[in-house]
């Protein structure tokens, strides 16, 4: 796979990711059909929009293209249809979210080296681009994002998006390394839930 095609492939799949993550948060906050969809749209954007306005590309993609918004709007759709097989599934918004997580970070990353950032910036603007759309859901599903009370969340992504920065300016394989960048930071994610993984935290007393 080319690199012309394999990154648009890794925005499409995690829009989707993110848009059924939102939807099944909306759905377990007994949210009608249009809150369904609106927190899927906003779940599966926000990273992008962000992302887009921070590199000066105004105005951003998911308001110029139809796709984005298309994607999420679906996902919503999807989730309304088929919640209860979604949900047997062990964790599935912890699951789906990890795989948007891992793909934005990933995409992110290369939408800014390709703008031209250095390296951290690229890196953190891939982070910002993988936790936007969950800090966003978690807000407007009134709870407190993940990101600030689950450790190994942004920490998940950072990694994803620095292993391919690294790959990048080793010039490795484009596909082998943004797979792999993108499966490391669902695996750091998805272990730390498993395994309880923690940061150490300050002592009030």
């Known amino acids: 796979m080319s690199a012309l095609s ?5 925005d499409i799949l995690g829009t989707l990711a993110f848009g059924l993550s939102g939807a099944m948060v909306a759905i377990r906050r007994e949210l009608d059909l249009f809150g369904i969809l ?3 749209a906003a779940t ?3 990273g992008g929009i962000t992302r887009d306005l921070m590199l000066g590309r105004t ?3 998911a308001l110029t293209d139809l796709a ?17 097989t979604i949900e047997r ?21 290369q939408k800014a080296l390709a703008a031209g950032l ?5 890196v953190l603007l891939g982070v910002i681009t993988a936790i936007g759309g969950g800090i966003l859901r978690d807000i407007m599903a009134a709870e407190i994002p993940r990101v600030l009370r689950e450790e190994v969340y942004a920490l998940a992504a950072l990694a994803g998006a620095a292993a391919y920065a690294a790959a990048h ?8 390394s943004a797979a792999g960048a993108a499966l490391l930071a669902v695996a750091i994610r998805l272990a730390s839930v498993r395994l309880g993984w923690r940061l150490p935290r300050a002592r009030r007393r």
Not at 6 to 10: A, D, E, M, Q, S
Not at 169 to 176: D, F, K, S, V, Y
């Open 6 to 10: 394999l990154f648009p492939l890794l």
């Open 38 to 40: 609106v927190l899927a």
């Open 44 to 46: 599966g954007t926000a």
């Open 59 to 61: 105005p951003p993609e």
């Open 68 to 84: 984005p918004l298309a994607l999420s709007a679906a996902a919503g759709l999807v989730a309304f249809a088929a919640a209860p």
């Open 89 to 109: 599934f062990p964790r599935p918004v912890m699951l789906l979210d990890a795989m948007g997580l891992g793909l934005f970070a990933v995409a992110g990353c």
């Open 118 to 122: 250095a390296p951290p910036g690229a």
């Open 169 to 176: 300016h080793l010039a490795w394989p484009e596909t082998a």
